[in-house]
């Protein structure tokens, strides 16, 4: 292994090995309550962000803004990113051997790093501009399917 794949092993290894990994691994239902408040959240967050990118498409809700849709939709993305994060954490303590192992993990989390960055930066801007703006909207939903389609096929061993 690599420098970096080597760190990344012994890590998922760590976080396999934390009390919160061993419980949720444990636990009959831990696992599934978590996993179902992530995917809440991954429907909270999928509206938000689908309401504002098919705005700056220019479809729907023509007569709202694009920036005052985008301000009313952040605490939604912010929220329930944040809740998706926690919960993800929780999720991978408790599997992080097979996460490491699997190429969608890898595409999920590259896809979130670039969906997060993107959103909190060029779309934010975009977005108060208070223009359409297609390519940003686009963009924005190819990334976060991206985040969706490898939570989807990690529990495929994808």
Not at 98 to 112: G, H, Q, T, V
Request: a positive charge.
């Amino acid at each position: 292994m690599s420098g970096i794949a080597d760190m990344l092993w012994h890590f998922a290894k760590w976080s396999e090995a934390t009390p919160l990994g061993k419980m949720i691994r444990n636990s009959e239902y831990a696992f599934p309550m978590i996993e179902f408040v992530h995917l809440a959240a991954l429907a909270v967050i999928g509206g938000a962000v689908l309401i504002v990118d098919m705005r700056l498409l220019g479809f729907g809700l023509k007569k709202t803004s694009v920036a005052v849709l985008a301000k009313d939709a952040q605490p939604y993305v912010t929220g329930s990113l944040i809740v998706m994060l926690l919960t993800g954490i929780a999720l991978y303590s408790s599997e992080a051997t097979k996460c490491y192992a699997s190429a969608a993990f890898w595409i999920k989390m590259a896809s979130l790093l670039l969906a997060m960055i993107f959103t909190y930066t060029i779309k934010k801007r975009v977005a108060a501009g208070d223009h359409e703006n297609k390519l940003v909207g686009a963009l924005s939903i190819v990334l976060w399917f991206g985040v969706a389609w490898g939570g989807r096929w990690i529990g495929f061993g994808g």
